[in-house]
């Protein structure tokens, strides 16, 4: 799977985390996750990652209060176990959320209002932070309720792939052509003498 931008995510119900994967095959460019109420980049809860030019990865807990970069949340202890890397032309990051933050700035992930944002953009050439988006953000079409509940076995049971809007995602639909009817051919009539 290597799509321009993908997000892929499971519930850890004994947990009460979501564990996020996002991927990209853009290269010095940041990518991000966004949680939003409205479709709009206003009051955003957005999570922002890249690779540094040391080669470390960053990944940051951020709110967009309007249409400028989304300011550094003061609380970065809601994003857990974050790594990443790029390998063969793929950057990959993985981090964990809490399902409801302690983080005033964070919408709660079991909300059943929140429609998911798929930012992307450059970084600085000296890539120690990031540029606006290349174009605006896609979002999903219909809210995302991340089911936090415990189940009888604890695992995690509900995993998702979410890719955005096709100008980020462009593969086209194989075309469907219909099989030839094989030709007939008449036998020819026997002559009669």
Same mark, same amino acid.
């Given at each position: 799977?290597?799509? =321009? ?22 290269? !010095? ?44 949340? =003061? !609380? ?34 079991s909300d059943k ?6 930012? =992307?953009?450059?970084?600085?050439? !000296? ?19 991340? !089911? ?24 086209p639909e194989p ?18 003498t």
């Amino acid at each position: 799977d290597r799509c =321009m931008y993908k997000v892929t995510w499971v519930v850890d119900t004994l947990l009460k985390v979501v564990n996020f994967t996002l991927s990209t095959t853009a290269v !010095d460019s940041w990518i991000g996750l966004g949680v939003s109420k409205n479709k709009f980049m206003p009051s955003t809860d957005v999570i922002l990652a890249w690779i540094d030019a040391t080669g470390q990865t960053v990944i940051t807990d951020r709110f967009a209060s309007g249409y400028f970069p989304p300011q550094l949340d =003061m !609380d970065q202890s809601q994003i857990m176990d974050a790594r990443g890397g790029s390998v063969g032309g793929l950057s990959t990051f993985q981090f964990s959320r809490p399902c409801s933050s302690s983080d005033q700035s964070d919408f709660s992930l079991s909300d059943k209002d929140n429609y998911l944002a798929y930012p =992307m953009g450059s970084l600085t050439p !000296d890539k120690s932070f990031f540029t606006k988006h290349t174009l605006p953000p896609s979002f999903s079409d219909e809210t995302i309720t991340f !089911d936090c509940t415990a189940t009888a076995t604890g695992k995690p049971e509900y995993a998702n792939t979410a890719e955005p809007e096709p100008e980020h995602t462009a593969e086209p639909e194989p075309e469907h052509t219909a099989e030839p009817e094989p030709e007939h051919t008449a036998e020819p009539e026997p002559e009669h003498t």
